[in-house]
């Protein structure tokens, strides 16, 4: 019986897909499961509704809370594996900082999670947070896996890969659906039998290969995504796109799904625009497609939000402050229809996508699992810095996470990659240093920061970020 602690169990959603393909698992059914939150309420409305998923899919695991970190190493002991989705300072205050201040210096952002000065933010104030985890974890559970989920994933993972002595993956969404995701909206059909290989650093992993019965699917897909750009490619009805999003999950598109499709048809039809056109545009550039989306890939490059270029925004359908309309919207939604999922007895699950489960069980029943995660780089991506934190395929069974040798990624891939692998490298050292030089560069080295920003705005904005985040963060010198 295997022994899982969630931390952060207060992320509901999230808490019901990782634990939830937990429960449904034959070989982690009867696993204890340790539920770990700073916010009562929260923690307790995941434990509702995860009781009731366990109730109605056998009722073999075993649950328990634990509030506050006077009880954080109670929920850790004894732990085979730590699943963590924390986020530290929430969205209010903290997300509105990170995007309000850049704001006043002329830095627009859109996600603010992963790279640029927001991306740094959240990375200084989540590794100490983190570091007691490890410290906690070497004591009462050295032997455990730690399951990363939270952003900004390679600077939070690399700190904890070569901070703390915990074995540690970074786990993202966007690897095992990438190539899914791109055929499918360029009219492809994609099944078991498309092949594909994808390499590079987390959010900006690159589409290495794409074949299909020995046949390379680049040339019709950098076809089809000009013509998509243009506005020119045949989309499918909305009807069409409606039941094939059911299709792909349990015959369900829900209602929010639906708003969404027909509005993204509507501004292709109206506009000749659409939601990944920062993508395609690299994709043309750079000759190869990446993992994450285009709103985040649009703030970790130099290209796409600029002051002198206005028309971007539009031209590449970037949606500026999206992550806070995300986190606003969240918000509503949740006690909106928090209730379907806490209050529902007979609430079920399905298991998903999500790597967590796939791991702890090749890891129970050493019957091997690939993933892509996110992992040191020890010469894996031999043109890429040995110490960064690197997104490869995996080999996980009994013996644990096996990184799979790339070799040098093609040239301009690594060399885009690089751009952002300076920031994380240097926002690690300010965390292990505590010295404020580290955090200047780090947002000074940023490619959208430095390509807006003065050196002196550059710095002006980190100390208002610095002094606006007291509190949230350890004191710097």
């Not at 490619?233 to 039941?243: M, T």
């Amino acid at each position: 019986m295997a022994k899982i602690t969630f931390m952060g169990a207060g992320s509901t959603v999230f808490a019901k897909n990782v634990l939830g393909d937990c429960m449904v698992t034959p070989a982690l059914a009867d696993s204890q499961i340790a539920l770990y939150d700073i916010d009562a309420t929260r923690l307790e409305e995941s434990a509702i509704m995860l009781e009731a998923i366990n109730r109605n899919t056998g009722g073999k695991a075993k649950i328990e809370k634990y509030l506050g970190v006077e009880n954080r190493k109670d929920a850790l002991r004894g732990a085979d594996y730590v699943v963590n989705a924390i986020q530290v300072g929430g969205y209010d205050p903290c997300t509105i900082t990170d995007f309000e201040i850049p704001k006043k210096y002329g830095l627009r952002q859109t996600i603010a999670d992963t790279l640029g000065v927001g991306g740094v933010f959240r990375a200084l104030r989540t590794i100490p947070v983190m570091m007691d985890f490890a410290r906690d974890m070497e004591e009462v559970c050295p032997d455990a896996w730690f399951l990363n989920y939270t952003n900004p994933m390679a600077m939070l993972t690399g700190a904890m890969l070569r901070m703390t002595g915990v074995k540690t993956v970074g786990l993202c969404h966007s690897v095992q659906v990438c190539c899914s995701t791109l055929m499918r909206e360029l009219g492809m059909e994609y099944d078991d039998s498309v092949q594909w290989k994808i390499a590079g650093i987390n959010h900006q992993a690159w589409l290495l290969e794409v074949t299909k019965d020995g046949v390379d699917l680049y040339p019709e897909l950098k076809r089809r995504a000009i013509l998509y750009n243009k506005g020119e490619l045949k989309r499918p009805s909305v009807e069409e796109q409606i039941a094939a999003h059911a299709a792909r999950h349990g015959g369900v598109c829900s209602e929010e799904a639906e708003k969404a499709i027909r509005e993204g048809q509507r501004l292709y039809e109206e506009k000749k625009v659409h939601g990944d056109m920062v993508r395609l545009e690299l994709m043309r550039r750079f000759g190869y497609y990446i993992t994450e989306s285009s709103e985040h890939n649009a703030e970790y490059t130099p290209y796409f939000i600029k002051d002198k270029y206005p028309d971007l925004i539009e031209r590449f359908n970037i949606p500026l402050d999206e992550y806070p309309r995300r986190c606003i919207n969240q918000i509503k939604n949740w006690k909106e229809r928090g209730h379907e999922l806490t209050q529902n007895p007979t609430l079920s699950h399905t298991r998903t996508t999500e790597y967590a489960s796939y791991i702890m069980e090749a890891m129970e029943t050493n019957v091997p699992y690939k993933i892509g995660g996110n992992v040191l780089n020890n010469d894996l991506i031999t043109n890429l810095p040995r110490n960064a934190c690197v997104e490869v395929p995996c080999l996980v069974d009994k013996s644990g996470v096996q990184p799979v040798h790339i070799g040098d990624l093609p040239e301009q891939c690594a060399a885009l990659n690089r751009t952002n692998i300076n920031v994380q490298l240097l926002a690690i050292e300010a965390a292990r240093t505590l010295k404020k030089d580290y955090i200047y560069q780090a947002v000074m080295m940023d490619p959208h920061t430095s390509s807006e920003l003065s050196i002196d705005d550059i710095v002006a904005m980190c100390d208002d970020l610095i002094e606006t985040h007291k509190g949230w963060l350890p004191e710097y010198h």
